[in-house]
């Protein structure tokens, strides 16, 4: 016997991945609910061979399900994940909402999941920004090894960490500029078709977006506390794949060649890494794919034990729906969740 799910949030670019990612995995659920806004009700989502109703959030019963996977924006899970957990299924989270809450655990199967043993407080576990998911994976056999005092990031983030209206707008806007419509922003600032915004989220007191804000606070929630870390996060024309360019500063010496072996055997990285044969990543190469991409490790002179290194991932999956599953399988691994316990 297997689990009963429900994805809130069906509809979105990440509720459609998770329907992908659990069929794709073997997720162990007997019975999978779609569920969303009410203008959603009956809308057709796609789960492996199935075709599944959307359901309404406002009087869906979530009494009947022992999980629910949550991407449905921060506003709405503030809401509804606390009466959610209230009625006895466990809420992964992937919205921004309770990341930074000390009583729920931010989760990275790869990184820190003993962690989800912790969930029992609220009954809620956090999912971590996109950007911040594939950093961590790469971080964390290096500070193993060597300890991380200083990461410096610059990251290159798709449109569809947007949402599907980010992508919308890039392929309208680049369509437009070949028959010279003048491009309109509106999920973004300014344009985005042919141009690069170092804009994220709402500005902070600091002369910083919160985006950069987020990466700090969850490397350290997730890794270290003790790890400093400065963000410059960039929105780019790349429909799918973040991008990031990482420059770390170690407490002990780490020789290239030995991060690069830490990198070839660390659970949720990939290294490809020989630049004579153009063997590097690029967004393009990474969509559809779960690993946290590890390309160009090379010495950083400027600092004592410094590396560099290029990483890239598909954000909507290891960012976002592909960490929510995890977290799930995490949850059965531990035995908080026995499929064989649930009746049919």
């Not at 670019?13 to 009700?41: C, Q, T, W, Y």
């Not at 400027?302 to 729906?321: C, H, M, P």
């Amino acid at each position: 016997m297997a689990l009963r799910v429900a994805v809130v949030g069906a509809t979105g670019n990440v509720g459609r991945e998770l329907f992908n990612i659990m069929d794709e995995r073997n997720f162990p659920a007997d019975k999978v609910h779609a569920v969303a806004s009410r203008r959603s009700v009956g809308r057709k989502c796609s789960y492996g061979d199935k075709t599944l109703l959307c359901e309404d959030l406002e009087s869906f019963d979530f009494s009947q399900v022992d999980m629910v996977l949550m991407s449905a924006g921060g506003s709405v899970s503030k809401e509804w994940a606390p009466k959610i957990a209230a009625a006895g299924a466990i809420v992964i989270d992937n919205s921004s909402a309770w990341r930074m809450d000390p009583e729920v655990p931010l989760v990275v199967p790869e990184v820190n999941g003993e962690a989800v043993l912790d969930y029992g407080t609220k009954n809620i576990i956090a999912n971590p920004n996109c950007s911040t998911a594939q950093l961590v994976v790469a971080l964390k056999p290096l500070h193993q090894a060597a300890g991380i005092k200083r990461v410096v990031v610059s990251t290159y983030q798709s449109a569809s960490g947007a949402g599907k209206a980010g992508m919308d707008e890039l392929w309208t806007q680049t369509k437009g500029m070949f028959v010279n419509d003048s491009p309109t922003p509106d999920v973004f600032s300014k344009q985005i078709a042919f141009n690069v915004i170092p804009q994220i989220d709402v500005p902070m007191e600091d002369g910083s977006f919160k985006e950069e804000w987020k990466m700090r606070m969850e490397t350290k929630k997730i890794v270290d506390e003790s790890i400093e870390l400065v963000a410059t996060c960039v929105r780019v024309p790349v429909f799918v794949g973040h991008s990031e360019a990482v420059n770390v500063e170690l407490e002990d010496p780490l020789s290239v060649e030995d991060a690069r072996e830490l990198f070839r055997n660390a659970d949720g990285v990939q290294l490809i890494d020989n630049i004579e044969d153009d063997q590097f990543i690029t967004p393009v190469d990474c969509v559809g794919e779960w690993a946290s991409y590890v390309s160009r490790v090379r010495k950083d002179p400027t600092v004592e034990n410094g590396l560099i290194f290029w990483n890239v991932s598909d954000n909507l999956r290891k960012g976002a729906a592909l960490n929510a599953v995890q977290i799930g399988e995490e949850l059965i691994k531990r035995g908080v969740l026995a499929p064989e316990a649930v009746p049919a």
